[in-house]
C-alpha cells in the first residue's frame, strides 16, 4: 500500500520528468524504443490479419486494435509494477521513460526545421524531398509556399497527437493509458488509410483514434489561443476562424489545431493536395491576410513550443487531482 501510495504522489512528477527528457534528448535513434516494438508487432499481426472478405477484414481489424491497445497498456503496467517491487524509485524512473517515448515535441520541432533549412537556401527539391518524410501528400511538384503550408498543417495537427493527447492520457492513467494511446496513434498512422488494403481492415484503428483524440483536439484550441497571445498573434482573428472553419476539415479532431493555427498566423491552410496521383481539395483553414512563407514555418515553431510549455501547466494540476480526488 505504502508503494502504491508513493507512486501516485508523484504521478505528476514522473510526467514532468518525461517531458524534460522529450524537450532536452527528443527521440534519439539508437536507443530502444517501445513505439518501434509496437510497430513491429502491428505489422506482423497485419500480414496475418489482413485477408478474407471485407466482413472478416473488418472483424480482424477489430482484434487488431484490442489487441495492440490492450497489450500496449498491460505490458506498460507490467513493466512499472515489476520495477516497483524492486524499488518505487526504479518504477518512477520506467514511469517517466515511458511516458518521455510518448512525446514528440523536440522530434516534432526538428522535423519542421529539416524542412525549413533547405526552404531558405531555395533547395527545393530537397525541402520536397524532407516534407515527404513527414506527409503522405504527393510531394514532388510544390511550390514554396505549398511546401511551407504543408510544413505549418503538420506542426498545427501533431500538436494535438504528438504531443497533448500523451499528457492527456498520461495525466489520467500514468505512463500505461500514455502507452495505450500511443498504440492507438500508431495504429492510425499504420493502418488507417482508406484505400484498397486498408479501407476495411483499418477502419477500427481510425475510428479509435478519432475518438482518443477528440477531447485533446479541443482543449487545444484554448490553450494554442494563449500561445498565440504569448507570442502577439491576433487571437481573436484566430478565435473567428477556428468558430467558422474548424467542422469544415475532413477529420473530426484536426480542424481544431489547424484552424486556430491559421488565424493565429494570418495565413490560409488547406486547398489542392494529391495523393497517389489523385487530385483532393482538403477543406481551407484561415484567411490569407498574407501569402504562405518559411517565415510561418518559424512562427508555426515557436507557437507550438510555446504552446507545449502552456500545456504543462493544467496536465500536472490534472494529474494532482486524480491521484487526490
Known amino acids: 500500500m505504502e508503494t502504491l501510495n508513493f507512486l501516485g504522489a508523484v504521478l505528476p512528477v514522473t510526467i514532468l520528468i518525461g517531458f524534460i527528457l522529450d524537450q532536452v534528448i527528443g527521440d534519439p535513434r539508437s536507443w530502444p524504443h517501445p513505439v518501434v516494438g509496437i510497430g513491429n508487432l502491428i505489422s506482423l499481426l497485419e500480414r496475418k490479419l489482413n485477408h478474407g472478405s471485407p466482413k472478416v477484414r473488418r472483424r480482424n481489424g477489430v482484434l487488431l486494435t484490442f489487441l495492440i491497445v490492450g497489450g500496449s497498456y498491460l505490458l506498460t503496467w507490467a513493466a512499472v509494477s515489476a520495477a516497483n517491487l524492486v524499488h518505487p524509485l526504479l518504477g518512477l524512473a520506467i514511469s517517466a521513460y515511458f511516458i518521455f517515448t510518448t512525446l514528440a515535441c523536440k522530434s516534432l520541432l526538428e522535423a519542421g526545421q529539416s524542412v525549413l533549412v533547405p526552404l531558405l537556401k531555395g533547395d527545393l527539391k530537397e525541402a520536397r524531398t524532407r516534407l515527404s518524410w513527414l506527409v503522405s501528400r504527393d510531394t514532388s511538384n510544390l511550390s514554396e509556399a505549398e511546401i511551407a503550408r504543408g510544413t505549418v498543417e503538420t506542426l498545427a495537427e501533431n500538436f494535438v497527437d504528438g504531443i497533448l493527447s500523451p499528457l492527456v492520457y498520461a495525466a489520467l492513467g500514468g505512463a500505461p493509458l500514455a502507452m495505450a494511446f500511443k498504440a492507438v496513434s500508431t495504429l492510425d498512422s499504420m493502418v488507417g488509410y482508406r484505400n484498397e488494403r486498408y479501407e476495411a481492415f483499418g477502419w477500427f484503428s481510425a475510428r479509435t483514434d478519432d475518438w482518443a483524440n477528440y477531447v485533446p483536439a479541443r482543449l487545444s484550441v484554448p490553450i ?56 483532393h481539395h482538403r477543406a481551407e483553414m484561415g484567411e490569407a491576410l498574407h501569402p504562405v512563407t518559411s517565415k510561418d514555418i518559424v512562427r508555426c515553431r515557436q507557437l507550438v513550443q510555446t504552446a507545449t510549455w502552456i500545456s504543462l501547466i493544467p496536465i500536472l494540476i490534472a494529474a494532482y487531482i486524480v491521484i487526490h480526488f
Open 224 to 279: 494554442l489561443l494563449l500561445a498565440g497571445w504569448v507570442r502577439g498573434m491576433s487571437v481573436s482573428h484566430a478565435y473567428r476562424m477556428w468558430k467558422r472553419d474548424a467542422s469544415g476539415h475532413p477529420s473530426p479532431n484536426g480542424g481544431n489545431p489547424e484552424s486556430v493555427v491559421a488565424g493565429l498566423l494570418g495565413i490560409r491552410l488547406g486547398g489542392i493536395n494529391i495523393y497517389h496521383g489523385r487530385t
